[in-house]
């Protein structure tokens, strides 16, 4: 079970990953970063309009004796943002409970990061271990061929809000498997066939935006009262990106449900 570390936690890791990764994700929202610290991975963590988790793995060497959590709050991570990474590489991390510290040297010498931030109350989806770790069997697509059918969607969902007088929450890009070939489409909510779900196109294309590999792994997994969250994985060398998406419904359920904190969850 993760937790916070009642004891000091120290371990090394590559502070140009730690960079790059922070940056990669603080892109998508000025929220907290949760950090999940398990084996030999370290795990960032944001959220985004509650229907959207976004996870950047990278690997530590070596790994962790026992998993735990920590987060690095906004001004910690707009710190890192503007300045240069770790020359070398290595960085070192310690945590105790809140209490977090990142040491590591740059072009002027060595230099120390320390704060304190209560994760206790951080908002996160049930099942977050789910929406972390790409799903198995994925289909394959090229970059070019999902944003050709992701924009294409929008775009006729913009036609249809304007041509139809159609309130925008009315409209959703359709996400389904004909197969084993991946079905995008944009049009009014309705009932659709089984295996096929309505998602939020701002959203879809704004996960779509952080994605650079040449090919995608895509899934659709599927979640109780007729939703499904989609996945969108680019690999890297030295890295995995994961986007999952929460499917639209008329409930407006979310990912995350008000009231309950990161604690609470973990320890459920």
Request: proline share 9%; with cysteine; net charge negative.
């Amino acid at each position: 079970m993760l937790r916070q570390a009642p004891a000091t936690a120290q371990f090394s890791l590559d502070g140009q990953m730690l960079w790059k990764g922070v940056r990669q994700v603080s892109a998508c929202t000025e929220e907290p970063i949760l950090s999940i610290a398990q084996g030999e991975q370290l795990t960032l963590v944001v959220f985004r309009e509650a229907r959207l988790v976004i996870s950047w793995h990278f690997q530590l060497s070596p790994a962790v004796d026992e998993p735990f959590v920590f987060g690095i709050p906004p001004m910690i991570a707009s710190h890192m943002c503007k300045s240069a990474p770790p020359v070398p590489a290595l960085a070192r991390m310690a945590v105790n409970g809140s209490d977090v510290s990142l040491s590591a040297h740059d072009a002027d010498g060595p230099f120390e990061l320390r704060w304190r931030f209560e994760i206790g109350q951080l908002p996160v989806p049930p099942d977050l271990s789910r929406l972390l770790q790409p799903p198995p069997h994925p289909v394959v697509v090229g970059h070019l061929e999902i944003a050709d059918a992701i924009l294409g969607a929008a775009a006729k969902l913009m036609a249809l809000e304007v041509e139809r007088q159609l309130h925008r929450s009315k409209l959703a890009v359709v996400v389904g498997l004909r197969g084993a070939e991946l079905v995008v489409e944009g049009r009014e909510m309705c009932k659709e066939p089984a295996g096929f779900y309505h998602f939020d196109p701002r959203l879809v294309t704004r996960a779509l935006e952080f994605m650079r590999a040449v090919q995608l792994e895509v899934s659709l997994t599927p979640l109780d009262h007729e939703r499904a969250f989609l996945s969108l994985v680019e690999r890297q060398p030295d890295y995995t990106l994961h986007c999952a998406l929460l499917s639209l419904g008329p409930d407006t359920q979310r990912l995350i449900a008000p009231g309950r904190g990161l604690l609470s969850r973990l320890s459920a």
